[in-house]
Antibody, heavy 120, light 108 residues
């Protein structure tokens, strides 16, 4: 059974750093792209970027380029989303999702989401 | 353009047919993908490609496309179809993806 299990909710202060995770199981982790999707409170889905764990190739949306960093550790089948300096506007639910194959293929499996709250 | 435009809200009477549309330049090149999201839950893939449903998605869900507009049709809407629906496609710049703003479907 394919599963994406994300790390737990986080409460951080502005300026702090944060790395959230997404652990894949039930499939060959290095063979499928992982996407990150943001959903701000009461708002829609936003495509942040994708990473290919096999070689860590990444593609970012222009809106998120330079704001976050995606990475992956294939030895533990885990993808990460990292902020070096959080802002209040980063408060959102963050989902990871596995594509059906290619970089821009549909997201067939989703993680449960990680709620990030940034507040002073 | 990196925009996909959806109507914010649509309603349908129980058992009737409803279409949810998504417009954008990239849809002239790429198929739309459709996701359903219910409150407090992660999105679920419902339609992809020309008109493909993942296993477990009822056949009352179908997709179509013409020009710069993609459509998700629910034939015989049920109460459990009440949700937010998002379209998604590859941007026409080819190097990132994009979501529509979402459509809130109310089943009356």
């Amino acid at each position: 059974e394919v599963q994406l299990v994300q790390s737990g909710a986080e409460v951080k202060k502005p300026g702090e750093s944060l790395k959230i995770s997404c652990k894949g199981s039930g499939y060959i982790f290095t063979s499928y792209w992982i996407a990150w999707v943001r959903q701000m409170p009461g708002k829609g889905l936003e495509w942040m970027g994708i990473i290919y764990p096999g070689d860590s190739d990444t593609r970012y949306s222009p809106s998120f380029q330079g704001q976050v960093t995606m990475s992956a550790d294939k030895s533990i089948s885990t993808a990460y989303l990292h902020w070096s300096s959080l802002k209040a506007s980063d408060t959102a639910m963050y989902y990871c999702a596995k594509t059906k194959g290619g970089a821009y293929d549909p997201f067939e499996y989703w993680g449960q989401g990680t709620l990030v709250t940034v507040s002073s | 353009s990196s925009e996909l435009t959806q109507d914010p809200a649509v309603s349908v009477a129980l058992g009737q047919t409803v279409g949810i549309t998504c417009q954008g330049d990239s849809l002239r090149i790429y198929y739309a993908t459709w996701y359903q999201q219910k409150p407090g839950q992660a999105p679920v893939l419902v339609i992809y490609g020309k008109n493909n449903r993942p296993s477990g998605i009822p056949d009352r869900f179908s997709g179509s496309s013409s020009g710069n507009t993609a459509s998700l049709t629910i034939t015989g809407a049920r109460a459990e179809d009440e949700a937010d629906y998002y379209c998604n496609s590859r941007d026409s710049s080819h190097n990132h993806g994009v979501f529509g703003g979402g459509t809130k479907l109310t089943v009356l």
